[in-house]
């Protein structure tokens, strides 16, 4: 009898766990693809922060998955500022500047592809670890300058010409995904059926980047923080 009320109560308690368990599997395996939304902020390190201040990023992307595994291709949009207005150190010989940067800040779009696994995961968060290439490119305008005397004889710098430039990078990035879960459902789908899983993304990363036409060419990482919604819809077997 003992064993009976024993085997009993041991059914009660790890029967729920074993439930929410195979739950989390479940939402979890097979293939899945959805869509992340977010914004962050990141910081220069190294000889780039000599040429560069800290600055907001917007991120979207697509996120492909088939159980533990993961492919995310994230877009990022920010505008990092500018610390030396005349970054291709271009002078006269009087050491006056001949060109100076027609904007305060430049405008720079990244796209990354990064390769992730899941190595832990539960009914409400899991931790992917990511890494891959990222490429990235700056924009902004040059203001060609000219010096002429006034009427009072002093030379005072015009500006002669305006030029769109740009400057790309390649570089290795990493980051660590937290998804933590909001909610989800089931959703049929023809004869089959999907889980739908919203959730918040929360992803530090490291990337690096490098100009090496600056003068002087400025390189390093730039470290930041990124918050995102995350949307994913799962192929399952209910």
Not at 70 to 92: E, G, M
Not at 202 to 208: C, K
């Amino acid at each position: 009898m003992k064993r009976t009320l024993l085997l009993l109560m041991a059914m009660l308690v790890l029967t729920p766990a074993a439930m929410r368990a195979q739950d989390s599997e479940s939402i979890y395996s097979g293939w899945g693809a959805g869509i992340q939304l977010g914004a962050g902020a990141m910081l220069p390190t190294g000889s780039l922060a000599d040429g560069f201040k800290a600055c907001a990023l917007f991120t979207g992307g697509l996120t492909v998955e088939y159980s533990r595994a993961r492919l995310k291709i994230d877009l990022t949009y920010s505008q990092p500022s500018f610390k030396n207005d005349n970054p291709y150190a271009i002078y006269d010989d009087q050491g006056r500047n001949l060109q100076l940067n027609g904007t305060a800040s430049s405008t720079s779009l990244g796209v990354s592809f990064q390769l992730g696994y899941t190595v832990w995961q539960s009914g409400k968060m899991r931790v992917t670890p990511c890494v891959g290439v990222n490429f990235n490119r700056l924009n902004w305008d040059i203001n060609h300058i000219k010096w002429e005397a006034d009427e009072q004889g002093d030379d005072k710098p015009l500006i002669d010409d305006v030029t769109d430039v740009h400057e790309s990078s390649t570089g290795l990035t990493a980051s660590v995904d937290f998804d933590i879960r909001l909610g989800g459902k089931f959703v049929d789908i023809g004869s089959g059926s999907s889980h739908y899983t919203s959730s918040v993304r929360v992803t530090p990363f490291i990337t690096h980047a490098g100009y090496s036409n600056l003068s002087p060419s400025v390189k390093g990482n730039w470290i930041g923080l990124a918050v995102s919604y995350s949307g994913l819809f799962r192929l399952i077997s209910r």
